[in-house]
């Protein structure tokens, strides 16, 4: 009873593997989270148009308004 599905079976002792391997690399990742979102935000930089901070508006409030 050979059928083609059958090729697609995984079994525990396959996917078991697949999975700790996922959570290993999954754990490494949240370890050094903060060396992983740093270099992500330099290479973020390195293609990011390089612009001139805006100059921060002052507002006027109605005491220097009336002086």
Known sequence: MPSPLFALYAG???VMTVTSGLASVLGLLLIFWHKVVAVFFKFVRLFR???D???PEVQKTSSE???
Request: glycine share 8%.
């Open 12 to 14: 525990p002792d396959q």
């Open 53 to 55: 901070p805006a100059s």
């Open 65 to 67: 308004e009336s002086s």
């Open 49 to 51: 148009r390089g612009t």
